[in-house]
């Protein structure tokens, strides 16, 4: 079982920067992929960014240029640093875990953390 724990949401103005932090914890799992994705009021959750253990990101067009995902490895933790956030980015933002076991691949998710971006 893994466990996820988000921090670094918060209230900033349009323009601004924050840096969002997910830690994997548990024993025995082989995390093959983390990210985030977020879900604003009224819409459906979306990926923002992931990034693969071997260092292979996606991310989502919205977000190219200002939001950048990265990874420690010995740390099992993702961040994410946004900055030249816009009032369209506010959201739910929940990390997420891909745990592979075998021909089996799980998902993990975090509680959230709310990211609202005040114009």
């Known amino acids: 079982q893994v466990q996820l724990v988000e921090s670094g949401g918060g209230l900033v103005q349009a323009g601004g920067s924050l840096r969002l932090s997910c830690a994997a914890s548990?024993?025995?799992?082989?995390?093959?992929?983390m990210g985030w994705y977020r879900q604003a009021p009224g819409q459906e959750r979306e990926l923002v960014a992931s990034?693969?253990?071997?260092?292979?990101?996606n991310v989502a067009d919205s977000v190219k240029g200002r939001f950048t995902i990265s990874r420690d490895n010995a740390k099992n933790t993702v961040y994410l640093q946004m900055n030249s956030l816009k009032p369209e980015d506010t959201a739910l933002f929940h990390c997420?875990?891909?745990?592979?076991?075998?021909?089996?691949?799980?998902?993990?998710w975090g509680q959230g953390t709310q990211v609202t971006v005040s114009s």
């Open positions: 997420n875990a891909q745990e592979k076991r075998g021909p089996v691949t799980l998902n993990y």
């Open positions: 548990g024993s025995g799992f082989s995390i093959i992929a």
């Open positions: 990034i693969t253990n071997r260092g292979s990101t």
